[in-house]
Structures are given as structure tokens and as C-alpha cells.
């Protein structure tokens, strides 16, 4: 059996360098293959690699705070700043979606666009789903909203609605007219709070729940007050915290990060957690050539980040959508396979398997992979970004099926072409 993923595709309009991009499969592109539990995209530098990783972050912002503060966090700039230069339109997003392996995909479409008085607001929104045994044709809307105005359809019924209904039409016992107080916040943020909405609520439980990786070992040496933390934060400065709930809930997992660390990097011993008298705490390395134990201030970028990967893909509860920029920084070459590996791993979770979004520029960690898991960023004369899965190129797959690493053909130059 195939393993599951959350998200079978998306497509990014206007955003940043993304003037207009399209990955995996969506409602209306049934013939491309889904995503895969790991998707990874390489490309040159400056191709927009980050600006897709920040589409994610972007998306959750809007979520979290509304659309006007999320264009300005993570130094966003604005609206104007994210707004894909000289193109017309809003900025839009569509995710093709599925809850679990047995549900009927969804579609949720957002654009975000700015108002009379220049500030971003949500022009549109919609969820919509195909009814039960109905293979073909447009899914039915069970959430449409367009100006702040629209309707919502309760429950988790199976859409007897016209696609193009009137907005302004009679109201069916299982819908309901909305009207939007704020429309710079998400309707799924407001309506997913509520049972009667469990199709919502469920796809905002999803995207609340992302890990967006930004892990900076600087921050994982800072000193943080002590106390037990279930999840690891963006910048990975709960490390210590993350280490004290591991080892007080699940002592028997953590000693099998122990063990996997130590074959991964000579020496180390026993890792654990010190409380200093100011109630901060401190990570302790105990390596097996020196009586005194090492602090995370005086270990290598490396060995942090190996360390706080492994806390993270170790989460009995994890992400159910995690995405890393840049692994590679700061590792050994020949521990990439290995973190390729532990990434597949954990992808086969038999139970609350995450899917794995990953960019990076290290050929080594690409040779671990298959062709229909790496897309690539290519960056056209007009500015903007193309993407391309690299199966789709006929002779790297060919030659990948010989035998041939995929990190060596990039390496080689085979994937900087567009052969389609």
C-alpha cells in the first residue's frame, strides 16, 4: 500500500518569485501524481526555493493572525513586497487535500487582494469536495465566501448544492447565509471553531498543526527557563524543554534517540538536562574521552542540529505536515543519506505518519532520493520561477533507473534543462 499524504497538490499564484506554479495533483489535473510522503525541491540560488517554503509559513500566519498581520511577519514587508512584481491579479493559493487515506479530497482555494483603503484583505475563499460515488465534474462548494459574504453548508453532508449557486438565494435547511465582521481574518478561522462544522474545523486543525522548520543552533544554545514543552518551536530555542518532556513522558524513546546518536556521531555518550540556579536550563553532553561533561554552547552546529532533528522526527504525536529548509547546513556529507533515511522512516509510520517537505542545495542528500521526489526551481528571464518534478524528465528518469544517483545527474548538470 502506498503511503498516505496530506497534501496531493497545490498551486501558488502571485506570490513572491511563484508568479504561477503548480505541483502534484489537483481537482481538476487527476492524471499527475500526487505528491510524495517526502517532496524535496533543489534549484539555484535565488530561484525561490525560500519563497515556497515561506508560501507554507504565510498560509499558517494568515491563519493564525489574518491576512494584513501575516503579510508583515517573518519580515514579509507587506503586501507589496510579497505581491509577485508587474503581475495582475491577488495572491492565491489552492490546496488539494485528503483528512485520511479513505476521505473524498478537498479543495481549498484563498486569494488575498487589497481593498479600497490599500490594505489586504481576503477577496475569496471556498472549500469544496466531490460527493460520495461521483468520480467526475466540479466538486461541490461547502464553504464559499467572496468579499466577506457568502454561505457555509453544516456538517458532513454530501453537497447536493449547485456549483454556481446564487449567493443571495434561498437558505436550505443544511446551509446558512455568513457575513464576515472582519474580512481580514479566514473564514476556517472563525468557522472551524464550530462542531456544526467538521469538514472546517478538521482542515484547520491540519494547517495549525505544521512544523515550519527554521532551526538555527544558535538559538538551541540559548538558556530557557526550565520547564517539560510536548513540541519543538520554529528556531528550535525550547531544545532543552523539548529534552525534559521527552525524558519524564517517554524514557524509552528518548533512550533510542540516545543510541541513534551515538552511531551517528562517535563519542557521544549520554545527553541530558542540568537546571542552574536561576531555573534556566542546559543541555549536557557526556562524551565517552572526557571526565567533564559538554554544554550545547560548546558543541558544533552540527551535532545540534542532527540532535534536534532527531527530537523532532521522534515526536510520538508529530506534525502532520513538517517542512526543513536546508538540512544540510552544518552536517557531515555522509550523514545526509542517513537523515534521508530517518525521514523515510519516519514517513512509514504505520499511525499519524507526517509528510516531509524539504528544499535544499547538497547533490549528496539528492542521491538518496527517487526522481518523482525532487522538483526543481528554475528561475525564467522575466524573473519568475518555473518548477518541474525531475521524473518528468525522460532521460534523468531513464537514467536514474539504470542505476545512476539523482544528486550526481544534478551535479552533472542533467537537471538544469527543461526537458518536459
Same mark, same amino acid.
Given at each position: 500500500?502506498?503511503?498516505?499524504?496530506?497534501?496531493?497538490?497545490?498551486?501558488?499564484?502571485?506570490?513572491?518569485?511563484?508568479?504561477?506554479?503548480?505541483?502534484?495533483?489537483?481537482?481538476?489535473?487527476?492524471?499527475?501524481?500526487?505528491?510524495?510522503?517526502?517532496?524535496?525541491?533543489?534549484?539555484?540560488?535565488?530561484?525561490?526555493?525560500?519563497?515556497?517554503?515561506?508560501?507554507?509559513?504565510?498560509?499558517?500566519?494568515?491563519?493564525?493572525?489574518?491576512?494584513?498581520?501575516?503579510?508583515?511577519?517573518?519580515?514579509?514587508?507587506?503586501?507589496?513586497?510579497?505581491?509577485?512584481?508587474?503581475?495582475?491579479?491577488?495572491? &492565491?493559493?489552492?490546496?488539494?487535500?485528503?483528512?485520511?487515506?479513505?476521505?473524498?479530497?478537498?479543495?481549498?482555494?484563498?486569494?488575498?487582494?487589497?481593498?479600497?483603503?490599500?490594505?489586504?484583505?481576503?477577496?475569496?475563499?471556498?472549500?469544496?469536495?466531490?460527493?460520495?460515488?461521483?468520480?467526475?465534474?466540479?466538486?461541490?462548494?461547502?464553504?464559499?465566501?467572496?468579499?466577506?459574504?457568502?454561505?457555509?453548508?453544516?456538517?458532513?453532508?454530501?453537497?447536493?448544492?449547485?456549483?454556481?449557486?446564487?449567493?443571495?438565494?434561498?437558505?436550505?435547511?443544511?446551509?446558512?447565509?455568513? &457575513?464576515?465582521?472582519?474580512?481580514?481574518?479566514?473564514?476556517?478561522?472563525?468557522?472551524?471553531?464550530?462542531?456544526?462544522?467538521?469538514?472546517?474545523?478538521?482542515?484547520?486543525?491540519?494547517?495549525?498543526?505544521?512544523?515550519?522548520?527554521?532551526?538555527?543552533?544558535?538559538?538551541?544554545?540559548?538558556?530557557?527557563?526550565?520547564?517539560?514543552?510536548?513540541?519543538?518551536?520554529?528556531?528550535?530555542?525550547?531544545?532543552?524543554?523539548?529534552?525534559?518532556?521527552?525524558?519524564?513522558?517517554?524514557?524509552?524513546?528518548?533512550?533510542?534517540?540516545?543510541?541513534?546518536?551515538?552511531?551517528?556521531?562517535?563519542?557521544?555518550?549520554?545527553?541530558?538536562?542540568?537546571?542552574?540556579?536561576?531555573?534556566?536550563?542546559?543541555?549536557?553532553?557526556?562524551?565517552?574521552?572526557?571526565?567533564?561533561?559538554?554544554?550545547?554552547?560548546?558543541?558544533?552546529?552540527?551535532?545540534?542540529?542532527?540532535?534536534?532533528?532527531?527530537?523532532?522526527?521522534?515526536?510520538?504525536?508529530?506534525?502532520?505536515?513538517?517542512?526543513?529548509?536546508?538540512?544540510?547546513?552544518?552536517?557531515?556529507?555522509?550523514?545526509?543519506?542517513?537523515?534521508?533515511?530517518?525521514?523515510?522512516?519516519?514517513?512509514?509510520? &504505520?499511525?499519524?505518519?507526517?509528510?516531509?517537505?524539504?528544499?535544499?542545495?547538497?547533490?549528496?542528500?539528492?542521491?538518496?532520493?527517487?526522481?518523482?521526489?525532487?522538483?526543481?526551481?528554475?528561475?525564467?528571464?522575466?524573473?519568475?520561477?518555473?518548477?518541474?518534478?525531475?521524473?518528468?524528465?525522460?532521460?534523468?528518469?531513464?537514467?536514474?533507473?539504470?542505476?545512476?544517483?539523482?544528486?550526481?545527474?544534478?551535479?552533472?548538470?542533467?537537471?538544469?534543462?527543461?526537458?518536459?
Amino acid at each position: 500500500m502506498d503511503n498516505f499524504v496530506h497534501i496531493q497538490g497545490l498551486h501558488i499564484k502571485n506570490f513572491k518569485a511563484l508568479a504561477d506554479i503548480k505541483m502534484g495533483r489537483l481537482w481538476n489535473e487527476q492524471a499527475a501524481e500526487p505528491l510524495t510522503p517526502i517532496t524535496t525541491v533543489i534549484g539555484k540560488n535565488g530561484t525561490g526555493k525560500s519563497s515556497l517554503m515561506d508560501a507554507f509559513g504565510f498560509l499558517a500566519d494568515c491563519l493564525k493572525y489574518g491576512v494584513e498581520i501575516a503579510c508583515d511577519e517573518q519580515n514579509r514587508g507587506g503586501y507589496e513586497k510579497i505581491h509577485s512584481l508587474g503581475k495582475k491579479g491577488p495572491i &492565491s493559493f489552492e490546496i488539494y487535500y485528503k483528512e485520511s487515506r479513505n476521505d473524498r479530497p478537498i479543495t481549498y482555494e484563498l486569494s488575498i487582494d487589497l481593498d479600497k483603503e490599500e490594505r489586504p484583505f481576503v477577496l475569496s475563499e471556498r472549500l469544496r469536495q466531490r460527493r460520495k460515488a461521483q468520480r467526475w465534474g466540479q466538486p461541490y462548494s461547502f464553504l464559499i465566501l467572496e468579499n466577506g459574504e457568502g454561505r457555509v453548508w453544516k456538517g458532513n453532508a454530501d453537497g447536493t448544492q449547485n456549483e454556481f449557486f446564487d449567493l443571495k438565494g434561498e437558505e436550505s435547511r443544511d446551509s446558512e447565509v455568513i &457575513s464576515m465582521d472582519d474580512k481580514r481574518r479566514l473564514g476556517i478561522a472563525t468557522l472551524g471553531t464550530l462542531k456544526a462544522h467538521p469538514r472546517i474545523a478538521a482542515f484547520r486543525k491540519f494547517i495549525e498543526g505544521w512544523y515550519l522548520s527554521y532551526f538555527t543552533p544558535d538559538a538551541a544554545r540559548s538558556l530557557p527557563m526550565a520547564g517539560a514543552q510536548a513540541k519543538l518551536s520554529r528556531h528550535g530555542d525550547n531544545l532543552g524543554n523539548v529534552i525534559q518532556f521527552m525524558e519524564r513522558e517517554y524514557p524509552k524513546k528518548f533512550k533510542e534517540i540516545l543510541n541513534k546518536i551515538s552511531q551517528r556521531i562517535p563519542g557521544i555518550q549520554k545527553i541530558d538536562t542540568m537546571k542552574t540556579p536561576d531555573g534556566r536550563l542546559l543541555i549536557r553532553f557526556n562524551d565517552r574521552g572526557f571526565k567533564e561533561p559538554f554544554y550545547a554552547q560548546q558543541m558544533s552546529d552540527g551535532t545540534l542540529k542532527v540532535f534536534a532533528y532527531m527530537i523532532l522526527l521522534a515526536d510520538p504525536n508529530p506534525s502532520p505536515f513538517i517542512c526543513i529548509e536546508e538540512p544540510e547546513n552544518g552536517l557531515y556529507h555522509k550523514l545526509l543519506e542517513v537523515f534521508v533515511r530517518e525521514l523515510r522512516e519516519e514517513t512509514k509510520r &504505520s499511525k499519524n505518519a507526517p509528510q516531509i517537505f524539504v528544499t535544499t542545495h547538497q547533490p549528496y542528500l539528492v542521491d538518496a532520493l527517487q526522481p518523482n521526489e525532487v522538483w526543481i526551481l528554475r528561475k525564467q528571464e522575466d524573473g519568475f520561477s518555473t518548477i518541474q518534478r525531475a521524473s518528468d524528465i525522460e532521460l534523468v528518469d531513464n537514467l536514474c533507473k539504470e542505476g545512476l544517483p539523482l544528486g550526481g545527474l544534478w551535479y552533472s548538470d542533467y537537471l538544469d534543462g527543461d526537458d518536459s
